[in-house]
């Protein structure tokens, strides 16, 4: 008798709770399903559905073994508290749920600070937040033409943003090579979607990007397609507001650029209003590591590129440890002996998008950095990663101001370069990049100086280097006709420019006490040309008025035709 009065109790407690969850509109409580915690890291692997995700489970091996076996996913290693299991996000979901599992971490790696190393390099981080008076900047509505070895557009950094594929070799515009994929994700890769690979963006990720694929498998191709990819950029220009073609390819200079098919096109090009961004090329050392001059690839060759040649940062964004890259080609060029590079930029240990199951992943699996799949990510170097990091930034600032022309964004780019005199024009053209330089110096109708930046804490001056062919001027249907530049007694910029005390012009370099003209050196005290120099014969002056100079720069209007 004494149980009935607490068993009557304990129901009429039971009924009573059940009824105030009802009152309060939850209804009767379900168990809650069992969740694993996640590293944040994992969280974002799931999200992005990685196919491939290494994950560290705590447990006894026999705990370990009885998981590995009850999800069918392999062990990639033993460790003295659990183990690390290859999964993917299906298998890693279906983990997260096991009663047995308290929580999961993800083998992430563990590596110097290098991330945005490169945008900081060249400030492209401080032009995409904005400062001062510089507007925020992604290279919104700008469109590159991206001619390689294709894009594939499944990977996340690139999903959307290539509005058009033709393939002229004859496949389907994907990337079998996989450089094309790098190169674009440079340009225009969106941000990284989980915790390893966030610092990895392209230059302008609010570009678009048009592919056209000229290379291979094997990363080779043939100029008459690269050709017809230039002429089809031509063609669609308006129709998709391709302003940039970049062409991180090249070939041996074997004829003068006037005559080369190819130079011919980037000619064309030019004049159709696009900006034609090239590599210098990767032959700027022998086997033996002897510097080789004059070894420029075609196009890079024309005057009307803007060559790149590549600066190797050291893993820093401090530029006053940069160098030009060993492997960088220097000018001048064959045949035209013109000065060239234009300009350097970072190009040694670029991390970008990687072109699942190409060529370079299967061969140089040691440059893998992270990720599987959609979202891998490997390191390259070349000139190639430096053309496509100088693409990016004039998207920016041709979002900035979309009146520029190719020979107006490329002098800008120019003269807010920083110059390199430990290997000099030839090696660096007028300098390394410095986009928010550029930006500056373009965001105002006019301006006394050129932009000084901070860069990493650093100080950065602009070089005020400019380097334009003569040849041009020659040329009926040169782009330096008309209101956008103009040359002879006063130098035009838009409708008027008159600066400073620097000025390269073609083979004309006026520099301090320093003077290059044509074919003949006459130096002075200011002007390093790397260690050695042996180049034509001295004694030939500067006549009549070719360069002027002052210390006014006016930009004039955004009146120019595009």
Not at 270 to 289: C, E, F, Q, R, Y
Request: proline share 3%; aromatic share 6%.
């Amino acid at each position: 008798m004494a149980t009935t009065p607490v068993r009557a109790s304990r129901t009429q407690l039971l009924t009573g709770s059940a009824l105030l969850v009802l009152a309060l509109g939850f209804g009767t409580p379900a168990l809650a399903a069992h969740g694993a915690r996640l590293s944040a890291d994992l969280v974002d692997q799931l999200a992005a559905g990685s196919a491939s995700i290494d994950v560290i489970v705590h447990g006894t091996a026999a705990e370990v073994d009885a998981l590995a076996t009850r999800y069918g996913v392999k062990m990639k290693r033993r460790l003295r508290s659990g183990a690390v299991l290859t999964v993917s996000a299906g298998q890693l979901d279906a983990l997260r749920q096991d009663d047995s599992v308290d929580h999961l971490s993800g083998d992430t790696k563990i590596r110097s600070a290098m991330d945005q190393v490169t945008a900081e390099t060249i400030g492209a981080d401080q032009v995409w937040d904005g400062v001062a008076d510089l507007p925020a900047l992604s290279g919104s509505g700008i469109t590159v033409a991206v001619i390689d070895s294709g894009i594939d557009q499944r990977h996340n950094a690139l999903k959307k943003r290539v509005l058009v594929s033709v393939d002229f070799t004859g496949a389907d515009g994907s990337d079998g090579y996989g450089h094309g994929t790098h190169v674009a994700g440079i340009i225009a890769g969106q941000r990284g979607r989980t915790a390893d690979s966030r610092g990895y963006q392209g230059m302008a990720p609010g570009a678009y990007l048009i592919n056209l694929r000229v290379l291979g498998n094997d990363g080779s191709g043939v100029v008459s397609d690269v050709v017809d990819a230039v002429d089809w950029a031509i063609d669609h220009r308006d129709q998709f507001n391709i302003r940039i073609i970049n062409l991180s390819l090249g070939g041996p200079v074997l004829q003068p650029y006037r005559d080369d098919p190819l130079c011919e096109a980037v000619q064309r090009a030019a004049a159709a209003g696009i900006l034609v961004v090239t590599a210098a090329g990767n032959l700027g050392v022998t086997k033996d590591g002897q510097t080789v001059y004059g070894a420029i690839t075609s196009p890079g060759n024309s005057p009307y590129a803007l060559t790149v040649g590549a600066i190797d940062t050291h893993g820093t964004a401090q530029r006053s440890d940069d160098t030009l890259a060993t492997y960088s080609s220097r000018g001048p060029t064959q045949y035209d002996v013109i000065i060239k590079p234009d300009i350097v930029a970072p190009g040694s240990h670029i991390v970008s998008a990687e072109a699942a199951d190409s060529y370079l992943s299967r061969t140089y699996p040691a440059r893998h950095v992270t990720g599987s799949g959609p979202n891998a990510y490997i390191q390259l170097s070349g000139t190639s990663m430096s053309a496509a990091v100088v693409s990016g930034a004039a998207a920016l600032l041709l979002e900035e101001r979309g009146s520029l022309q190719p020979l107006t964004a490329k002098a800008a780019l120019e003269l807010s370069s920083s110059f390199v005199p430990e290997v000099g024009l030839l090696g660096a053209g007028s300098g390394s990049m410095n986009v928010l330089a550029a930006a500056t110096l373009v965001l105002t109708d006019s301006s006394s100086t050129l932009p000084v930046t901070v860069i990493a804490g650093e100080e950065v001056s602009s070089g005020g280097v400019l380097t334009l062919s003569t040849n041009v001027d020659s040329d009926p249907n040169s782009l330096v006709s008309g209101n956008t530049l103009v040359w002879g007694n006063t130098l035009v910029w838009g409708n008027t420019l008159v600066w400073g005390n620097t000025l390269v012009w073609g083979n004309t370099l006026v520099w301090g006490n320093t003077l290059v003209w044509g074919n003949t050196l006459v130096w002075g005290n200011t002007l390093v040309w790397g260690n050695t120099l042996v180049w034509g014969s001295s004694g030939q002056s500067v006549s009549g008025s070719t360069l002027v100079w002052g210390n006014t720069l006016v930009w004039g209007n955004d009146d120019l035709t595009n």
